[in-house]
């Protein structure tokens, strides 16, 4: 068998998944959790689980506030959908694929954390080629939400995303098939992401089209956390601290430029190496 998980995370952190996520204090309450979503799930119906280690399976307990039924769930569509979207995942999986979409670098995140602990995601979808495929966009996204999970920190303390629509492609746009947005629609019952919130920024007549596409597939929980701005990003900043955010965005971190090289660095790692989803 392989070596069991053990918690070694700050007290801080321990006492957030205590309280927000109910988690074990003790290890071997975790362990008996994440025993009982192994041997719950369906392998006959979705195929051998892509990985069985007690830190996978710790994201979806995580990610579901360690109800049995919920996290079955979410592990099981999170197979299903790999499925459904091979050629996707293939992608995902093969990170050399997509190798001119990464290096783009629409999408990069903060240096820092927000005050709640989470990650920032941020999108720049103005810097996209417009002849980009919209599924190696996805999976550009669904590589970027993966490697965040590696940090336990995030799977506990969830996500924040800013999108900036300055300069997004109509052309890109008119790609954004039904298809597409109903794919992105399954993930969000399949990814093991916690997204405290979706910040949408000089979103303009582009926003409304691609909300009009995506809508009908986002939950009502996700629909209620995007917060749109306009070009009044200081009313961001108290959902964001301005210390993590770019000068252009009214804040005292990094410039994207900078941010970008460094997410493209962490990325294009996995083009060295096999990185099984």
């Keep these: 068998m392989e070596e069991r998980y053990h918690?070694?995370?700050?007290?801080?952190?321990?006492?957030?998944a205590v309280k927000e996520l109910h988690e074990p204090r003790d290890d071997e309450g975790r362990w008996e959790a994440i025993d009982k979503l192994r041997e719950s799930y369906d392998s006959e119906k979705y195929g051998p689980l892509i990985r069985s280690d007690d830190a996978f399976l710790l994201r979806f307990l995580r990610a579901k506030k360690f109800s049995q039924e919920k996290s079955l769930n979410m592990l099981q569509n999170y197979h299903k959908v790999q499925k459904q979207y091979k050629d996707v995942f293939v992608k995902v999986s093969n990170p050399a694929l997509i190798r001119p979409i990464v290096e783009q670098g629409a999408l990069l995140m903060?240096?820092?954390n927000t005050k709640q602990g989470a990650c920032?995601?941020?999108y720049r979808t103005g810097l996209l080629d417009p002849n980009a495929d919209p599924w190696d966009l996805t999976?550009?996204?669904?590589?970027?939400m993966e490697k965040m999970l590696e940090n336990e920190q995030y799977q506990i303390c969830g996500m924040e995303i800013i999108e900036d629509f300055a300069d997004f492609s109509l052309t890109l746009l008119a790609k954004m098939s039904t298809s597409v947005s109903k794919m992105k629609g399954a993930?969000?019952?399949?990814m093991p992401c916690r997204i405290r919130g979706i910040h949408i920024l000089n979103e303009g007549t582009v926003f409304d089209l691609l909300m009009a596409i995506a809508r009908p597939f986002m939950r009502k929980k996700i629909l209620d956390r995007i917060h749109v701005y306009?070009?009044?990003y200081e009313l961001m900043h108290k959902h964001i601290s301005p210390a993590i955010l770019p000068p252009y965005l009214g804040g005292t971190g990094p410039?994207?430029?900078?941010?970008?090289?460094?997410?493209?660095d962490?990325?294009?790692?996995?083009?060295?190496q096999d990185t099984p989803l």
């Design 110 to 112: 903060l240096d820092g």
């Design 266 to 272: 962490i990325l294009t790692e996995e083009m060295t």
């Design 230 to 232: 306009g070009a009044k």
């Design 120 to 122: 920032c995601l941020f």
């Design 187 to 190: 993930m969000q019952d399949a």
């Design 139 to 144: 999976a550009y996204g669904i590589m970027c």
């Design 7 to 16: 918690f070694t995370l700050s007290d801080e952190l321990l006492e957030k």
């Design 255 to 264: 410039e994207p430029s900078v941010l970008s090289e460094k997410w493209i």
